[in-house]
């Protein structure tokens, strides 16, 4: 099993917010993170489930993490979809954060396990001016629902949404 976690190094306002919910996770399911953008789509083929996640920029996944996905061949294994993000989810749903990344995965042939999102410190614009917002998230609380998260998926479970904070 693989976590990926894309790592947007070329953004000032990058906090590792999304490499501490991998990082949960990838403890619970005893599976390898890989945070390099640089990856070798064929080394990808002896994980059964692969689960791709990156902060939000600009109402999506970032960039590097579609094309990533845009060089792998069709597929049969399972995935799931993480993401942490700046705005509270009632504000904008989750549907709409994932949806390309959802969309890429289903037409390579994934079979989609979960989806999982929470708040992250967040800096960009002209936050950074005022010490940014949702300083100290992901929480514990985050991480525990995350855990959970993760612990369904390893039991076999599927869900359609679990979104944290
Ligand atoms: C350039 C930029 C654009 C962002 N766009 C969004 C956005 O559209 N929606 C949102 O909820 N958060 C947005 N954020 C906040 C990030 O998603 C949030 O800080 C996230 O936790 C960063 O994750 P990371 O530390 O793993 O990179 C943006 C942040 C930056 C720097």
Same mark, same amino acid.
Request: charge should be neutral; hydrophobic fraction near 35%.
């Given at each position: ?10 953004? /000032?306002?990058?906090?590792?917010? /999304?490499?501490k919910?991998?990082g949960?996770?990838?403890? &619970?399911?005893?599976?390898? &993170?890989?945070? =390099?953008?640089?990856? $070798?789509? +064929?080394?990808?083929?002896?994980? $059964? ?14 960039? +590097?993490?579609?094309? @990533?996905?845009?060089?792998? +061949? ?9 993401s942490?993000?700046?705005? @509270? ?11 390309? &990344? !959802?969309? !890429?995965?289903l037409?390579? %042939? ?6 999982? =999102?929470?708040?992250g410190?967040?800096? +960009?614009?002209?936050l !950074?001016? &005022? ?10 609380n ?12 390893k039991? %076999?479970?599927?869900? /359609?949404?679990?979104?944290? =904070?």
């Amino acid at each position: 099993m693989l976590i990926h976690i894309l790592y947007p190094e070329d953004l /000032t306002a990058h906090h590792g917010n /999304t490499k501490k919910i991998a990082g949960t996770m990838a403890e &619970v399911l005893d599976a390898e &993170v890989l945070e =390099s953008v640089d990856v $070798d789509v +064929s080394s990808l083929d002896k994980y $059964d489930l692969i689960g791709f996640g990156s902060g939000i920029y600009g109402w999506k996944h970032h960039n +590097s993490l579609s094309a @990533l996905i845009d060089k792998m +061949s069709h597929t049969n294994k399972k995935a799931f979809i993480f993401s942490t993000r700046g705005n @509270l989810i009632r504000l904008v749903p989750l549907e709409n954060y994932h949806k390309n &990344v !959802r969309n !890429r995965l289903l037409e390579k %042939g994934f079979e989609i396990m979960g989806e999982f =999102s929470c708040l992250g410190f967040d800096t +960009s614009g002209p936050l !950074r001016f &005022v010490g940014g917002k949702n300083k100290g998230y992901p929480n514990e609380n985050d991480l525990d629902d995350a855990r959970t998260f993760a612990t369904g998926l390893k039991n %076999g479970y599927k869900f /359609t949404k679990i979104a944290g =904070s």
